[in-house]
């Protein structure tokens, strides 16, 4: 395999098809002297994978080298905006603020004294706070395994 001519590809199959083995073995063919050319101008080859297990695994199978970097599409995408925290406030904001409207309007529905009632109101509270205090975060964080559930924590949803 040359870099002369790079492109992307995109591979797609089942579960326990071999998708990380294939891509494993295109990049082993990668010959020494392309990675060292990479190296010396400071050039990476991404690669991105859709779940933990299997980027945890092409990074081990590559051996850690840090000319491979092996993202998942979350947290690739993550690494493309996590310094526009006004763009992801805005956005934030926004999407609140309609789902308080669209919380609203079922709890206007519905009936008092009901689980699901009881659920709306403490949804509408929490989004509340959440939309009250977007203005005191300085950045965003966002983990892809999920568990960051600070006040400046972005969810995988």
Known sequence: MSLDQPCSFF??????SGKTRA?????????TQALT???????KIGVITYANTAADEITRRVKADPVFQVQTI???AWSLIEGRTADI????????QTEIAEIQAAHAK???????????????ASKTKRLER????????YAPVGDNFGRDALQHT
């Open 74 to 76: 979350h947290s690739f």
């Open 37 to 43: 050319t990479l190296r010396k101008h400071c050039r």
């Open 134 to 141: 977007l203005a005191e975060i300085r950045a965003f964080t």
């Open 11 to 16: 591979l797609f199959a089942g579960a326990g």
């Open 23 to 31: 891509l494993k073995d295109a990049l082993e063919e990668l010959d």
């Open 89 to 96: 406030r805005g956005w934030l904001e926004s999407r609140l």
């Open 110 to 124: 519905g009936r008092a004294g009901t689980d699901a009632h009881d659920k709306r109101v403490k949804k509408m």
